[in-house]
Protein backbone atom coordinates (compact mmCIF):
# COMPACT_ATOMS: atom_id res chain seq x y z
CA UNK A 1 0.00 0.00 0.00
CA UNK A 2 2.93 2.27 1.04
CA UNK A 3 4.90 1.64 -2.14
CA UNK A 4 1.61 2.23 -4.33
CA UNK A 5 1.24 5.69 -2.36
CA UNK A 6 4.75 6.62 -2.70
CA UNK A 7 4.20 5.81 -6.73
CA UNK A 8 0.91 8.07 -6.99
CA UNK A 9 3.04 10.70 -5.24
CA UNK A 10 5.36 10.69 -7.65
CA UNK A 11 2.98 10.47 -10.61
CA UNK A 12 1.84 13.89 -9.38
CA UNK A 13 5.12 15.24 -9.57
CA UNK A 14 5.89 14.65 -13.12
CA UNK A 15 5.01 17.76 -14.47
CA UNK A 16 7.09 19.99 -12.29
CA UNK A 17 10.07 17.29 -12.58
CA UNK A 18 9.41 17.66 -16.37
CA UNK A 19 9.54 21.37 -16.46
CA UNK A 20 12.54 21.85 -14.70
CA UNK A 21 14.47 20.06 -16.86
CA UNK A 22 12.97 21.50 -19.72
CA UNK A 23 13.97 25.47 -18.56
CA UNK A 24 17.43 23.78 -17.73
CA UNK A 25 17.94 21.98 -20.75
CA UNK A 26 16.83 24.87 -22.96
CA UNK A 27 19.03 27.47 -21.02
CA UNK A 28 21.96 25.44 -21.33
CA UNK A 29 21.74 24.79 -25.27
CA UNK A 30 20.45 28.47 -26.31
CA UNK A 31 23.87 29.93 -24.70
CA UNK A 32 25.86 27.70 -27.16
CA UNK A 33 23.74 29.09 -29.94
CA UNK A 34 23.09 32.79 -28.51
CA UNK A 35 27.18 32.74 -28.42
CA UNK A 36 27.81 31.44 -31.54
CA UNK A 37 26.29 34.79 -33.24
CA UNK A 38 28.59 37.08 -30.67
CA UNK A 39 31.91 35.47 -31.56
CA UNK A 40 33.15 37.85 -34.63
CA UNK A 41 32.22 40.82 -32.25
CA UNK A 42 34.08 39.36 -29.27
CA UNK A 43 37.18 39.29 -31.62
CA UNK A 44 36.76 42.91 -31.97
CA UNK A 45 36.00 43.43 -27.94
CA UNK A 46 38.70 40.75 -26.43
CA UNK A 47 41.78 41.41 -29.58
CA UNK A 48 41.97 37.84 -30.27
CA UNK A 49 41.78 35.50 -33.75
CA UNK A 50 39.29 33.50 -34.94
CA UNK A 51 41.42 30.21 -33.66
CA UNK A 52 41.02 31.78 -30.33
CA UNK A 53 37.44 32.68 -30.19
CA UNK A 54 36.70 29.22 -31.55
CA UNK A 55 37.94 27.81 -28.31
CA UNK A 56 34.48 29.34 -26.47
CA UNK A 57 33.25 26.64 -28.31
CA UNK A 58 35.91 23.75 -28.64
CA UNK A 59 36.21 24.56 -24.62
CA UNK A 60 32.63 23.36 -24.44
CA UNK A 61 32.32 20.77 -26.69
CA UNK A 62 35.68 19.60 -25.15
CA UNK A 63 34.07 19.75 -21.67
CA UNK A 64 31.00 17.73 -22.58
CA UNK A 65 32.90 15.06 -24.72
CA UNK A 66 34.94 14.29 -21.53
CA UNK A 67 31.92 14.34 -18.55
CA UNK A 68 29.03 13.16 -20.65
CA UNK A 69 30.70 9.50 -20.81
CA UNK A 70 31.16 9.44 -17.15
CA UNK A 71 27.37 10.38 -16.49
CA UNK A 72 26.32 7.13 -16.71
CA UNK A 73 28.53 6.03 -13.43
CA UNK A 74 27.67 9.47 -11.96
CA UNK A 75 23.78 8.61 -12.13
CA UNK A 76 24.31 5.38 -10.30
CA UNK A 77 26.38 6.57 -7.66
CA UNK A 78 24.30 9.94 -6.55
CA UNK A 79 21.11 10.77 -6.51
CA UNK A 80 18.66 12.47 -9.33
CA UNK A 81 18.53 15.63 -6.84
CA UNK A 82 22.21 15.52 -5.75
CA UNK A 83 23.02 15.35 -9.60
CA UNK A 84 20.23 18.13 -10.74
CA UNK A 85 21.33 20.41 -8.04
CA UNK A 86 24.77 20.29 -8.38
CA UNK A 87 24.57 20.63 -12.70
CA UNK A 88 22.43 23.44 -12.12
CA UNK A 89 25.04 25.28 -9.58
CA UNK A 90 28.21 25.29 -11.67
CA UNK A 91 25.43 26.23 -15.02
CA UNK A 92 24.52 29.27 -12.53
CA UNK A 93 27.91 30.26 -11.44
CA UNK A 94 29.53 29.87 -15.19
CA UNK A 95 26.54 32.12 -16.29
CA UNK A 96 27.63 34.81 -13.75
CA UNK A 97 31.11 34.44 -14.38
CA UNK A 98 30.48 35.16 -18.29
CA UNK A 99 28.32 37.65 -17.69
CA UNK A 100 30.98 39.76 -15.70
CA UNK A 101 33.72 38.47 -17.45
CA UNK A 102 36.25 41.35 -17.95
CA UNK A 103 38.55 39.55 -20.60
CA UNK A 104 38.63 36.29 -22.77
CA UNK A 105 40.52 33.88 -20.85
CA UNK A 106 37.41 34.65 -17.67
CA UNK A 107 35.21 33.99 -20.37
CA UNK A 108 36.80 30.84 -21.12
CA UNK A 109 37.09 29.73 -17.98
CA UNK A 110 33.17 30.69 -17.98
CA UNK A 111 32.53 28.38 -20.54
CA UNK A 112 33.63 24.92 -18.96
CA UNK A 113 31.69 25.60 -15.63
CA UNK A 114 28.77 25.91 -17.73
CA UNK A 115 29.74 22.67 -19.60
CA UNK A 116 30.53 21.05 -16.37
CA UNK A 117 26.44 21.65 -15.66
CA UNK A 118 25.33 20.99 -19.29
CA UNK A 119 27.47 17.55 -18.70
CA UNK A 120 25.85 16.40 -16.10
CA UNK A 121 22.39 17.60 -16.83
CA UNK A 122 21.78 16.37 -20.32
CA UNK A 123 22.32 12.44 -19.57
CA UNK A 124 20.15 13.11 -16.01
CA UNK A 125 17.58 14.62 -18.32
CA UNK A 126 16.99 11.33 -20.53
CA UNK A 127 17.68 8.88 -17.96
CA UNK A 128 14.88 10.20 -16.12
CA UNK A 129 12.30 10.35 -18.50
CA UNK A 130 13.04 6.72 -19.38
CA UNK A 131 12.20 6.04 -15.51
CA UNK A 132 9.34 8.20 -14.96
CA UNK A 133 7.26 7.24 -18.02
CA UNK A 134 6.20 4.06 -19.49
CA UNK A 135 7.45 3.18 -22.82
CA UNK A 136 4.20 3.21 -24.35
CA UNK A 137 4.15 7.75 -23.66
CA UNK A 138 7.88 8.14 -24.05
CA UNK A 139 7.10 9.35 -27.11
CA UNK A 140 5.11 12.63 -25.70
CA UNK A 141 7.75 13.38 -23.44
CA UNK A 142 10.68 12.70 -25.33
CA UNK A 143 9.03 15.27 -27.81
CA UNK A 144 8.79 17.83 -25.56
CA UNK A 145 12.34 17.49 -24.96
CA UNK A 146 12.57 17.43 -28.87
CA UNK A 147 11.00 20.81 -28.61
CA UNK A 148 13.57 22.17 -26.07
CA UNK A 149 16.32 21.05 -27.69
CA UNK A 150 15.44 21.99 -31.14
CA UNK A 151 13.71 25.31 -30.23
CA UNK A 152 16.77 26.78 -27.76
CA UNK A 153 19.28 26.34 -30.40
CA UNK A 154 16.48 27.80 -33.29
CA UNK A 155 15.91 31.23 -31.11
CA UNK A 156 18.96 31.61 -29.47
CA UNK A 157 20.81 33.36 -32.43
CA UNK A 158 17.53 35.80 -33.38
CA UNK A 159 17.85 36.72 -29.41
CA UNK A 160 20.84 37.19 -29.20
CA UNK A 161 20.96 39.10 -32.60
CA UNK A 162 18.34 41.27 -30.78
CA UNK A 163 20.14 41.45 -27.40
CA UNK A 164 23.39 42.94 -29.11
CA UNK A 165 22.34 45.52 -31.11
CA UNK A 166 19.65 46.71 -28.39
CA UNK A 167 21.91 45.99 -24.81
CA UNK A 168 25.26 44.25 -24.56
CA UNK A 169 27.05 40.25 -25.50
CA UNK A 170 26.65 40.42 -21.25
CA UNK A 171 22.79 40.19 -21.39
CA UNK A 172 23.19 36.38 -23.23
CA UNK A 173 24.18 35.33 -19.61
CA UNK A 174 22.34 37.79 -17.65
CA UNK A 175 19.20 36.29 -18.91
CA UNK A 176 19.98 32.65 -18.74
CA UNK A 177 20.95 33.58 -15.20
CA UNK A 178 17.27 34.42 -14.09
CA UNK A 179 15.48 31.13 -15.84
CA UNK A 180 18.73 28.80 -14.37
CA UNK A 181 17.37 30.25 -10.83
CA UNK A 182 13.80 29.77 -11.74
CA UNK A 183 15.00 25.78 -12.39
CA UNK A 184 17.03 25.62 -9.68
CA UNK A 185 14.34 26.79 -7.50
CA UNK A 186 11.64 24.65 -9.17
CA UNK A 187 14.27 21.38 -8.90
CA UNK A 188 15.17 22.19 -5.09
CA UNK A 189 10.88 21.72 -4.15
CA UNK A 190 10.06 19.45 -6.56
CA UNK A 191 12.68 16.95 -8.08
CA UNK A 192 12.59 13.20 -6.44
CA UNK A 193 14.90 10.56 -6.33
CA UNK A 194 13.77 8.39 -9.47
CA UNK A 195 16.46 5.65 -9.49
CA UNK A 196 18.42 3.18 -6.84
CA UNK A 197 21.92 4.45 -6.25
CA UNK A 198 24.23 1.21 -6.55
CA UNK A 199 27.53 3.39 -5.24
CA UNK A 200 29.52 1.35 -8.03
CA UNK A 201 33.25 0.81 -7.26
CA UNK A 202 35.29 4.08 -8.49
CA UNK A 203 37.60 2.85 -11.34
CA UNK A 204 40.25 6.09 -11.93
CA UNK A 205 41.79 3.75 -14.89
CA UNK A 206 38.42 3.93 -16.98
CA UNK A 207 37.82 7.24 -16.33
CA UNK A 208 41.35 7.99 -17.52
CA UNK A 209 41.36 6.25 -20.20
CA UNK A 210 37.83 7.67 -21.18
CA UNK A 211 38.96 11.20 -20.38
CA UNK A 212 42.00 10.83 -22.85
CA UNK A 213 40.03 9.42 -25.77
CA UNK A 214 37.09 11.14 -25.79
CA UNK A 215 38.69 14.08 -24.96
CA UNK A 216 41.76 13.63 -27.64
CA UNK A 217 38.91 12.78 -30.70
CA UNK A 218 37.02 15.64 -30.21
CA UNK A 219 39.97 17.87 -29.54
CA UNK A 220 41.71 16.94 -32.66
CA UNK A 221 38.63 17.45 -34.85
CA UNK A 222 37.99 20.56 -33.22
CA UNK A 223 41.46 21.90 -34.10
CA UNK A 224 41.30 20.19 -37.41
CA UNK A 225 38.21 22.72 -37.81
CA UNK A 226 40.14 25.94 -37.01
CA UNK A 227 42.02 26.05 -40.59
CA UNK A 228 45.58 26.80 -38.78
CA UNK A 229 46.97 23.69 -40.67
CA UNK A 230 44.13 21.73 -40.98
CA UNK A 231 44.53 18.03 -41.37
CA UNK A 232 47.53 17.41 -41.51
CA UNK A 233 48.88 19.40 -38.34
CA UNK A 234 51.26 17.60 -36.16
CA UNK A 235 48.67 17.97 -33.26
CA UNK A 236 45.65 17.13 -34.94
CA UNK A 237 47.03 13.92 -36.07
CA UNK A 238 48.81 13.01 -32.79
CA UNK A 239 45.62 13.68 -30.61
CA UNK A 240 43.33 11.76 -32.98
CA UNK A 241 45.30 9.05 -32.63
CA UNK A 242 45.59 8.96 -29.35
CA UNK A 243 42.11 9.68 -29.11
CA UNK A 244 41.63 6.08 -30.65
CA UNK A 245 44.19 4.11 -29.12
CA UNK A 246 42.67 5.36 -25.35
CA UNK A 247 39.04 4.67 -26.72
CA UNK A 248 40.01 1.03 -28.11
CA UNK A 249 41.63 0.35 -24.67
CA UNK A 250 38.80 1.91 -22.96
CA UNK A 251 36.63 -0.15 -24.57
CA UNK A 252 38.45 -3.26 -24.09
CA UNK A 253 38.26 -2.80 -20.17
CA UNK A 254 34.81 -2.15 -20.23
CA UNK A 255 33.73 -5.39 -22.04
CA UNK A 256 35.98 -7.72 -19.31
CA UNK A 257 34.87 -5.73 -16.13
CA UNK A 258 31.90 -7.22 -13.91
CA UNK A 259 31.10 -3.95 -13.35
CA UNK A 260 31.79 -1.76 -16.42
CA UNK A 261 31.79 2.12 -15.96
CA UNK A 262 30.23 2.34 -19.07
CA UNK A 263 28.52 -0.78 -20.10
CA UNK A 264 29.19 -1.33 -24.26
CA UNK A 265 26.73 -4.55 -23.99
CA UNK A 266 24.37 -1.92 -25.36
CA UNK A 267 25.52 -2.69 -28.35
CA UNK A 268 23.81 -5.78 -28.58
CA UNK A 269 20.15 -4.46 -28.90
CA UNK A 270 20.16 -3.81 -32.16
CA UNK A 271 17.01 -0.86 -32.57
CA UNK A 272 19.34 1.03 -30.04
CA UNK A 273 22.49 0.42 -32.48
CA UNK A 274 20.93 1.67 -35.25
CA UNK A 275 19.39 4.46 -33.10
CA UNK A 276 22.83 6.09 -32.52
CA UNK A 277 23.76 5.57 -36.15
CA UNK A 278 20.72 7.84 -37.27
CA UNK A 279 21.21 10.52 -34.29
CA UNK A 280 24.75 10.74 -35.43
CA UNK A 281 24.42 11.19 -38.79
CA UNK A 282 21.61 13.78 -37.74
CA UNK A 283 23.54 15.45 -35.39
CA UNK A 284 26.63 16.29 -37.88
CA UNK A 285 23.96 17.02 -40.12
CA UNK A 286 22.83 19.83 -37.92
CA UNK A 287 25.62 21.21 -36.68
CA UNK A 288 27.49 21.27 -39.70
CA UNK A 289 24.39 22.96 -41.89
CA UNK A 290 23.88 25.64 -38.64
CA UNK A 291 27.75 26.73 -38.79
CA UNK A 292 27.86 26.96 -42.63
CA UNK A 293 24.43 28.66 -43.25
CA UNK A 294 25.09 31.61 -41.16
CA UNK A 295 28.10 31.95 -42.95
CA UNK A 296 26.74 31.75 -46.55
CA UNK A 297 23.87 34.53 -45.70
CA UNK A 298 26.44 36.95 -43.96
CA UNK A 299 29.16 36.53 -46.76
CA UNK A 300 27.41 35.02 -49.57
CA UNK A 301 24.53 37.02 -49.87
CA UNK A 302 25.69 39.88 -47.54
CA UNK A 303 22.61 40.19 -44.53
CA UNK A 304 23.38 41.74 -41.30
CA UNK A 305 23.33 39.38 -38.03
CA UNK A 306 19.72 39.92 -36.82
CA UNK A 307 18.30 39.43 -40.34
CA UNK A 308 20.65 36.06 -40.53
CA UNK A 309 18.49 34.83 -36.85
CA UNK A 310 15.19 36.16 -38.30
CA UNK A 311 16.20 33.97 -41.27
CA UNK A 312 17.05 31.08 -39.58
CA UNK A 313 13.85 31.42 -37.28
CA UNK A 314 10.79 29.87 -39.28
CA UNK A 315 12.80 26.36 -39.62
CA UNK A 316 13.58 26.37 -35.71
CA UNK A 317 10.23 27.08 -35.19
CA UNK A 318 8.77 24.47 -37.29
CA UNK A 319 11.06 21.97 -35.27
CA UNK A 320 10.43 23.03 -32.43
CA UNK A 321 6.50 22.41 -32.82
CA UNK A 322 7.31 19.26 -34.62
CA UNK A 323 8.71 17.50 -32.25
CA UNK A 324 5.82 17.29 -29.41
CA UNK A 325 3.67 16.09 -32.63
CA UNK A 326 5.97 13.63 -33.63
CA UNK A 327 6.54 12.27 -30.46
CA UNK A 328 2.66 11.26 -30.16
CA UNK A 329 2.75 9.84 -33.98
CA UNK A 330 5.91 7.60 -32.72
CA UNK A 331 3.86 6.43 -29.60
CA UNK A 332 0.98 5.86 -32.20
CA UNK A 333 2.45 4.23 -35.44
CA UNK A 334 6.39 3.20 -34.30
CA UNK A 335 9.38 4.96 -36.00
CA UNK A 336 9.50 3.48 -39.54
CA UNK A 337 6.81 5.98 -41.29
CA UNK A 338 8.72 8.86 -39.22
CA UNK A 339 12.34 8.53 -39.90
CA UNK A 340 12.89 7.01 -43.72
CA UNK A 341 10.21 10.27 -45.00
CA UNK A 342 12.72 12.52 -42.53
CA UNK A 343 15.30 11.25 -43.66
CA UNK A 344 14.39 11.36 -47.23
CA UNK A 345 13.41 15.32 -46.64
CA UNK A 346 16.49 16.02 -45.50
CA UNK A 347 18.59 14.40 -48.22
CA UNK A 348 16.20 16.15 -50.65
CA UNK A 349 16.43 19.51 -48.98
CA UNK A 350 20.44 18.84 -48.93
CA UNK A 351 20.32 18.23 -52.25
CA UNK A 352 18.77 21.41 -52.86
CA UNK A 353 21.28 23.56 -50.56
CA UNK A 354 23.90 22.26 -52.57
CA UNK A 355 23.28 24.31 -55.36
CA UNK A 356 23.04 27.88 -53.33
CA UNK A 357 24.61 30.76 -55.20
CA UNK A 358 25.00 34.43 -54.53
CA UNK A 359 22.53 34.96 -56.23
CA UNK A 360 19.83 32.62 -54.48
CA UNK A 361 16.83 34.16 -52.86
CA UNK A 362 16.56 34.72 -48.99
CA UNK A 363 12.62 32.94 -49.22
CA UNK A 364 14.91 29.82 -51.17
CA UNK A 365 16.70 29.41 -48.00
CA UNK A 366 13.94 29.90 -45.74
CA UNK A 367 11.79 27.26 -47.72
CA UNK A 368 14.62 24.37 -47.87
CA UNK A 369 16.08 25.25 -44.14
CA UNK A 370 11.96 24.63 -43.00
CA UNK A 371 12.24 21.45 -44.96
CA UNK A 372 15.40 20.54 -43.47
CA UNK A 373 13.86 21.06 -39.98
CA UNK A 374 11.16 19.32 -40.45
CA UNK A 375 12.92 16.01 -41.64
CA UNK A 376 15.23 16.61 -38.70
CA UNK A 377 12.29 16.56 -36.39
CA UNK A 378 10.79 13.22 -37.68
CA UNK A 379 14.17 11.64 -37.19
CA UNK A 380 15.80 12.80 -34.07
CA UNK A 381 13.75 11.83 -31.14
CA UNK A 382 11.88 8.85 -32.94
CA UNK A 383 14.85 6.51 -33.39
CA UNK A 384 16.57 8.10 -30.09
CA UNK A 385 13.46 6.85 -28.11
CA UNK A 386 13.22 3.66 -30.16
CA UNK A 387 16.24 2.83 -29.69
CA UNK A 388 16.53 3.43 -25.74
CA UNK A 389 13.03 1.54 -25.44
CA UNK A 390 14.56 -1.54 -26.49
CA UNK A 391 17.12 -1.46 -23.76
CA UNK A 392 16.15 -3.33 -20.08
CA UNK A 393 15.76 -0.62 -16.99
CA UNK A 394 19.50 -1.36 -15.67
CA UNK A 395 20.68 -0.42 -19.30
CA UNK A 396 19.25 3.34 -19.13
CA UNK A 397 22.48 5.40 -17.58
CA UNK A 398 24.45 3.35 -20.05
CA UNK A 399 22.47 4.02 -23.07
CA UNK A 400 21.90 7.63 -22.67
CA UNK A 401 25.28 8.35 -21.82
CA UNK A 402 26.79 6.63 -25.23
CA UNK A 403 23.78 8.54 -27.21
CA UNK A 404 24.71 12.09 -25.73
CA UNK A 405 28.34 11.61 -25.96
CA UNK A 406 27.99 10.16 -29.77
CA UNK A 407 26.03 13.62 -30.06
CA UNK A 408 28.75 15.33 -28.90
CA UNK A 409 31.74 13.27 -30.81
CA UNK A 410 29.44 13.64 -33.89
CA UNK A 411 29.06 17.62 -33.43
CA UNK A 412 32.65 18.17 -32.88
CA UNK A 413 33.55 15.57 -36.13
CA UNK A 414 30.30 17.05 -38.56
CA UNK A 415 31.71 21.27 -37.79
CA UNK A 416 35.35 20.27 -38.13
CA UNK A 417 34.82 18.57 -41.37
CA UNK A 418 32.46 21.01 -42.86
CA UNK A 419 35.18 23.90 -41.72
CA UNK A 420 37.84 22.17 -44.00
CA UNK A 421 35.50 21.02 -46.98
CA UNK A 422 34.56 25.05 -47.11
CA UNK A 423 37.87 26.00 -46.69
CA UNK A 424 39.34 23.56 -49.42
CA UNK A 425 36.03 24.78 -51.58
CA UNK A 426 36.98 28.25 -51.23
CA UNK A 427 41.02 27.88 -51.96
CA UNK A 428 40.26 25.53 -55.39
CA UNK A 429 37.66 28.18 -56.31
CA UNK A 430 40.50 31.28 -56.09
CA UNK A 431 42.90 29.46 -57.90
CA UNK A 432 40.78 28.84 -61.07
CA UNK A 433 39.80 33.00 -60.82
CA UNK A 434 42.14 35.71 -62.83
CA UNK A 435 41.59 38.37 -60.16
CA UNK A 436 41.62 36.56 -56.67
CA UNK A 437 41.84 39.77 -54.98
CA UNK A 438 38.41 41.06 -56.42
CA UNK A 439 36.11 41.78 -53.44
CA UNK A 440 33.30 40.59 -54.86
CA UNK A 441 35.06 36.75 -55.18
CA UNK A 442 35.04 36.58 -51.54
CA UNK A 443 31.47 36.10 -51.82
CA UNK A 444 31.79 33.72 -54.70
CA UNK A 445 34.32 31.46 -53.28
CA UNK A 446 32.69 31.01 -50.10
CA UNK A 447 29.58 30.31 -51.57
CA UNK A 448 31.53 27.00 -53.37
CA UNK A 449 32.66 26.21 -50.35
CA UNK A 450 29.47 25.61 -48.85
CA UNK A 451 27.71 24.31 -51.80
CA UNK A 452 30.62 21.32 -51.04
CA UNK A 453 29.71 20.98 -47.62
CA UNK A 454 26.22 20.50 -48.47
CA UNK A 455 26.90 17.72 -50.91
CA UNK A 456 29.18 16.10 -47.67
CA UNK A 457 26.14 16.41 -45.31
CA UNK A 458 23.75 15.08 -48.11
CA UNK A 459 26.39 11.63 -48.26
CA UNK A 460 25.69 11.46 -44.53
CA UNK A 461 22.24 12.09 -44.83
CA UNK A 462 22.10 8.98 -47.23
CA UNK A 463 24.28 6.61 -44.83
CA UNK A 464 21.50 7.59 -41.94
CA UNK A 465 18.71 6.67 -44.32
CA UNK A 466 20.37 2.97 -45.28
CA UNK A 467 20.59 2.45 -41.76
CA UNK A 468 17.33 3.46 -41.07
CA UNK A 469 15.85 1.25 -43.58
CA UNK A 470 16.61 -2.15 -41.19
CA UNK A 471 14.47 0.07 -37.86
CA UNK A 472 11.63 -1.49 -36.41
CA UNK A 473 9.44 -0.95 -33.69
CA UNK A 474 10.32 -1.70 -30.20
CA UNK A 475 7.51 -3.95 -28.63
CA UNK A 476 7.20 -1.66 -25.98
CA UNK A 477 3.92 -2.78 -24.13
CA UNK A 478 4.74 -6.18 -23.46
CA UNK A 479 7.86 -5.68 -22.30
CA UNK A 480 6.92 -3.48 -20.16
CA UNK A 481 3.90 -5.77 -18.58
CA UNK A 482 7.03 -8.12 -18.84
CA UNK A 483 9.11 -5.70 -16.40
CA UNK A 484 6.40 -4.87 -13.53
CA UNK A 485 5.36 -8.72 -13.86
CA UNK A 486 9.38 -9.18 -12.59
Known amino acids: MDFQKQESEKKLRVLPILISFLISGFIGLFSETALNIALSDLMKIFNVTSASIQWLTTGYLLTLGILVPISAFLIQRFTTRQLFITSLSFSIIGSLVAALAPNFEVLLTARVIQAIGTGILLPLMFNTILVIFPPEKRGAAMGMIGLVIMFAPAVGPTAAGFLMQALSWHWIF ?7 AIALFTGIVYMQNMSATTKPKVDWLSIFLSTVGFGCVV ?15 PEVISSIIVGVLALILFSIRQLLMKQPMLNLRVFKYPMYTIGVIVVFASMMIILASMLVLPMYLQVGITVSTFATGLILLP ?21 KWLVIPGLILITVALWFFSTLTTASTITFVIVLHCILMLGISMVMMPA ?30 GTAVAVSVMTAGQESFMRKMMAPKDPSMISEALTSGVQNVFIFVMTV ?7 ALFIKRVQTKQKHAQSAGH
Do not use: C
Open 461 to 467: AIIGLVA
Open 315 to 335: GGVINGIMSPITGKLFDKYGP
Open 174 to 180: WISLVFL
Open 219 to 233: FGFSRAGEGSGGWGH
Open 384 to 413: QTNGLNQLPRELYPDGTAIMNTMQQVAGAI
